[in-house]
């Protein structure tokens, strides 16, 4: 009897409990929606590892040249082994694309990467690649269906590819039919083809078999294996070490956690904010039928009957909320992965997402999320409700309101969780236990709303009576009657304009650090370099021809040449980069620890480190760091800590005669910086140098402020998600404070009647009801504004640095806060709009006596 | 749990409710208001007793504590042979949902539920059998089987407390409790349902206290409870004299005859 009156009270308010489950379906949707972009980013990337690591148990790898060809026969003859040549290209006509080269020796592959078949097939998968082809045709690759479909090629056909912006044409010469659907999105992407056609395009080609990236071992897990794995390691030469295979299923984990727990904390936000919409319906359902409740009390229901009576309703529209939000988060998932994957291969590395992974995992994480949420929404009012007195019943009022009763007891705990939040934030406990510490600082703040309302409201009544009259006096009483809900409301746009402010304060410190980074870093006049296929990854060579070329340029004062080296095997990888490493040079960085004097006294035998590599591995002046050279592991003493962000992995930075050093043969500069003479326009200098590039290497070549606008193009690209995520946060709170204003106008129904029924004018009403939202939105701005500023320095100082270890200036910009209260008032005016009308047009008599 | 009817105190003169040296104190702003100050009264089952006083003599917190929605802060409540006041808050409501029924003043009914399912509400609760046979039943007698399926904001105030009624004595309480019954309504509506009332609850021979203001009612009842001060300071049956101080109440007429 009681879920049947519940279940007829929640049908009879259909517009608010459609509300609640709008606000529980948008937060689950947008934890699902990242979860699913996260997973399948991760299981497209873990898709193509194994498609390219295959049944491989171990991997022979090398420092920053590769290691050498002539390897491959001696390994073979000690265990199952394949040599393996790996890089990226562009097709020529679809330079925004990247494709993965995977250089095979076809005789060795067939137990390695049994998709690709075995040699003397007639070109088809399954039947296996088409070994004389492959030996015999320049520039032979296959590839699968499904990419020859993308690329707009077939078996035969010829296409333009760019490697480190140099033409090479590859020619089609046979089709991969992949078994099934895993291995069709393992193989997207990707170009297989004959080792020597691979060493060739990417500059690995020489005497003695050139340089490979890595040989593939197959290793039994016996005695036998162990035996061979000895031998094996008895034959590398320095500068190649043997690991397990699997030591790369982690690497790209590690690589996106912190961005991935980002995304993941900012998606939980709507969720957070979700929790207020549960709480402001339940708690209107709650007062609503206060005497109902003290009915069912005074006839004998019990206490827990009547806590269990408004969980079962919270969790009856949160079941609803939660169905809808999967389906919701798994729409919105299919075009947020395109940004996720997008925002990945610009800072770590390639992936193909063909389209999004349902992961149960995600699925019900974000049914437990939304039935989670539903539940903890219902405890305050559930309990209300179970205290409600007996004899109530018996009275005509329904009693005080208890949240303006205890409104100075919550404020002070609220005070207490903040500071608990604060405390947390401070401690140096992780990642994940910071955004604990950033939420409890949320909730205690939202705690202390009741009482601060009530504060406002008192402030603002006599304001607003002398601006608007009695209408604007009855606006801010209103406010101060229908606490419950009105506050509640204030707290859930207040925590999502917070979050709003919070982020864009992030943001605009982030950009603006980088943008002063950039500065600093950036005095060359002209850069020169190879299209990156990752954006913050070098690799890419300039041709020599084309650097003799740059560097007997006329007007040219300097010329600064840059080395980097993404040093792939080791865990997780990190760019070795070498410049000429002067006091001009020097001077440039930014010092976190040590000096630029130090770094050039002792740039022959130390290295300097950026700073997210000093936090990553606790490095710092003083102490050293092992890399793994084409010499073999060298233990750098570590001079000076700096700060770069143009990379999270980390860099370490030596002097070019250091790096000579330690590299078997070195393929030149991936980029050049050129500095004008004096009366040299740079402009001037740019046209000479694209001109001197025509016919030889396809490079960019750009001005200082022309690199300087392109990576911020990229940083802003990397935040798209954020801002669609913080969007989507405010839209639940707009639903919260629409769905918190409807059940205040319908708690008041009566009494506008008779304001109306005196003689209040209907656009009079709406005045007031608009005044008061006005007034709500004013107050959420206001309450968000210093809630922000704490959410920005936590995710400045705390956050970022444990995420990606940059230390970033606080900037906070005016219109950012101005803009945070415009957007609290004009959501909570357009929320106001429809109760105002819709009380302004109901007849007097309907409402006293429905009332 | 199967429902069994409630055990009616059955030998005349056993007391349906007796409370003993009663004190009940609120705070009220810095200190303490004492409402009722080692009151005592006592009924025998089987009779309609009405209890009066001024506003704020303590009427509602005697209904409190008889229905065991409150508890003394001394002396004993005792209903149908249970001490209420040894309960713990979940014994005393699961007792009122099996003993006592109670009419309020403002109806109170569910407005999610129809005019059937408020009347069988607590014979479900308790998953008694038939309940809607019974429900069904009781309707009739007071005048609405045919608005058995309608929802309350479609009864007039009057119809509203007959629906009430029906439902307090729907699980066969020992004690009826009514607060006020006829206070929201019009004389004549009042009176009806008074009549109504007092006539099925002397069919049942059940027991009654109402909380009345109107004086003219006092006729009609076998006993009457004046508060004042915090005790019951005089009890007076129809005709009979006063015997003091916290006495008991006698019966000073018999009772009315039943009404066919």
Do not use: C
Not at chain 1, 1 to 18: D, E, F, Q
Not at chain 1, 394 to 422: F, I, K, P, Q, V
Not at chain 1, 475 to 504: D, H
Not at chain 2, 130 to 136: E, L, N, S, T
């Amino acid at each position: 009897m009681l879920a049947r009156s519940s279940r007829r009270y929640l049908t009879r308010h259909p517009w608010l409990t459609a509300l609640a489950v709008v606000g529980v379906a948008v937060g689950v949707a947008v934890g699902v929606a990242v979860d699913l972009a996260n997973a399948s980013a991760l299981r497209a990337f873990a898709l193509s590892g194994e498609a390219l690591t295959g049944r491989a148990t171990h991997r022979v790898v090398g420092g920053p040249g590769g290691i050498p060809g002539s390897l491959a026969a001696p390994l073979a003859r000690v265990a199952q082994a394949a040599p393996v040549v790996e890089g990226a290209v562009r097709p020529a006509r679809d330079p925004g694309r990247v494709l993965t080269v995977l250089g095979v020796d076809p005789f060795a592959e067939a137990d390695f990467r049994p998709f690709l078949g075995r040699p003397g097939g007639d070109g088809r998968g399954g039947a296996g690649l088409d070994a004389p082809a492959f030996l015999t045709v320049p520039g032979a690759v296959a590839l699968s269906e499904g990419t020859a479909a993308a690329l707009g090629v077939a078996a035969g056909d010829t296409l333009g590819l760019r490697v480190d912006g140099r033409p090479v044409t590859a020619r089609v010469v046979g089709l991969i039919a992949p078994e099934d659907e895993r291995s069709a999105s393992a193989l997207d992407g990707l170009f297989v083809a004959d080792v020597a056609t691979a060493q060739e395009w990417f500059g690995l080609a020489g005497a003695g078999g050139g340089r490979l990236s890595r040989i593939d071992l197959i290793l039994p897990d016996d005695a036998a294996g162990d035996a061979a794995l000895a031998r094996v390691r008895a034959l590398l030469p320095a500068g190649a070490e043997v690991r397990p295979a699997s030591d790369q299923a982690g690497t790209l984990a590690t690589m996106t956690a912190a961005f991935r727990l980002n995304l993941t904390a900012l998606s939980r936000l709507a969720l957070v904010v979700g929790l207020f919409l549960i709480y402001n319906t339940v708690t209107f359902a709650v007062v609503q039928r206060r005497r109902v409740l003290a009915t069912y009390r005074a006839l004998g229901v019990t206490r827990g009957e009547t806590f269990r009576l408004v969980l079962a309703e919270s969790l009856a529209v949160g079941t609803v909320g939660t169905a809808l939000g999967l389906a919701l988060g798994v729409w919105l998932g299919t075009g947020l992965v395109r940004l996720v994957t997008q925002t990945v291969t610009d800072l770590y590395f390639v992936v193909h997402v063909r389209e999004l992974a349902l992961d149960p995992g995600s699925l019900a994480r974000g049914a437990l999320l939304g039935l989670g949420a539903s539940a903890l929404g219902a405890i305050l009012p559930g309990w209300e409700a179970a205290a409600t007195a007996p004899a109530t019943a018996l009275r005509r009022s329904t009693g005080e309101d208890r949240l303006a009763a205890n409104a100075g007891r919550l404020a002070a705990g609220g005070g207490l969780l903040a500071a608990l939040g604060g405390a947390v934030l401070a401690l140096p406990w992780g990642l994940a236990a910071a955004f604990v510490g950033l939420l409890l600082v949320i909730l205690g703040v939202a705690l202390a709303v009741p009482l601060v309302t009530r504060a406002f409201a008192r402030i603002a009544a006599p304001v607003a009576g002398a601006v608007l009259g009695p209408v604007g006096r009855m606006a801010a009483r209103g406010i101060e009657t229908g606490l419950s809900r009105t506050a509640v409301a204030v707290a859930a746009l207040a925590v999502a304009v917070a979050a709003t402010v919070g982020v864009s304060t992030m943001v605009t410190s982030f950009r603006t650090t980088v943008e002063e980074w950039l500065t600093s870093v950036l005095q060359s006049d002209v850069y020169v370099s190879p299209p990156a296929t990752v954006f913050r990854r070098g690799g890419a060579v300039l041709d020599s021809a084309l650097v003799a070329r740059l560097s007997a340029l006329p007007g040219v004062a300097r010329t600064d040449a840059v080395r980097v080296r993404t040093l792939d095997a080791e865990q997780p990888p990190f760019d070795l980069v070498a410049v000429r490493l002067d006091a001009t040079r020097a001077g440039l960085y930014r010092y976190l620890d040590g000096s630029a004097e130090a770094a050039v006294a002792r740039r022959d035998e130390a290295v300097l480190v950026s700073e997210p590599f000093a936090r990553r591995n606790g490095v710092w002046a003083g102490d050293s760091v092992t890399v793994l050279t084409d010499a073999g592991r060298r233990a750098l003493p570590v001079s000076a800590v700096y700060a770069d962000f143009g990379n999270d992995l980390g860099v370490v930075l030596l002097d070019e005669a250091l790096l000579a050093r330690f590299v078997a043969d070195d393929p030149g500069p991936t980029g050049l910086a050129l500095t004008a003479a004096p009366g040299t326009a740079p402009e001037a200098l740019v046209a000479r140098a694209r001109a001197a590039a025509d016919g030889v290497q396809t490079v960019d070549v750009r001005s200082n402020r022309a690199l300087r606008e392109a990576s911020l193009e990229v940083f802003d690209r990397t935040f798209v998600v954020t801002q669609v995520l913080r969007l989507l946060a405010v839209g639940v709170a707009f639903v919260g404070v629409l769905s918190a204003l409807m059940a205040l106008m319908l708690e008041r129904r009566r009494e506008l009647a008779m304001l109306r029924a005196q003689g209040m004018l209907p656009g009079e009403m709406r005045a007031m009801v608009v005044a008061q939202t006005a007034l709500m939105g004013l107050l959420a701005g206001l309450v968000a504004l210093p809630l922000g500023l704490v959410l920005a320095a936590g995710l400045v100082y705390v956050v970022n640095v444990r995420s990606f270890g940059w230390t970033l200036a606080f900037v906070v910009s005016p219109g950012v806060l101005v803009g945070a209260v415009a957007l609290a008032v004009g959501a909570a005016v357009v929320a106001g709009l429809y109760p105002a009308w819709a009380m302004a047009r109901t007849p007097p008599a309907e409402a006293l006596r429905d009332g | 749990m199967p429902h069994s009817p409630s055990p009616i105190p059955g030998a005349a003169g056993a007391d349906a409710f007796a409370l003993a040296d009663v004190t009940r104190r609120y705070r009220e702003g810095g200190g303490w208001r004492t409402v009722l100050d080692g009151a005592s009264m006592a009924m025998p089952a089987g009779r309609i007793g009405a209890l009066v006083g001024p506003s704020g003599a303590g009427k509602s917190t005697i209904l409190n504590l008889l229905s065991g929605m409150d508890r003394p802060d001394a002396g004993t409540v005792t209903v149908a042979g249970t001490r209420l006041d040894a309960l713990s808050e979940r014994e005393r409501t699961l007792f009122r949902r099996t003993h006592i029924g109670f009419v309020f003043q403002f109806y109170n009914l569910v407005p999610t539920l129809t005019v059937e399912e408020n009347v069988r509400f607590l014979l479900d609760l308790a998953r008694a059998p038939d309940a809607r046979g019974r429900a069904a039943a009781l309707l009739a007698r007071v005048g609405l089987a045919d608005r058995a399926g309608a929802f309350p904001d479609r009864l007039s105030g009057g119809e509203q407390q007959r629906v009430a009624i029906a439902r307090a004595l729907a699980h066969d309480p020992a004690l009826v409790l009514a607060d006020e019954p006829t206070g929201d309504l019009d004389a004549a509506t009042g009176l009806r349902v008074l009549d109504l009332l007092e006539e099925v609850t002397r069919e049942r021979g059940g027991t009654l206290l109402m909380v009345t203001h109107d004086r003219s009612l006092l006729d009609r009842v076998d006993v009457v409870f004046e508060l004042s001060e915090g005790r019951v300071v005089e009890s007076e049956g129809r005709g009979a004299k006063g015997e003091g101080t916290d006495a008991r109440i006698a019966p000073a007429t018999p009772p009315l005859a039943p009404r066919p």
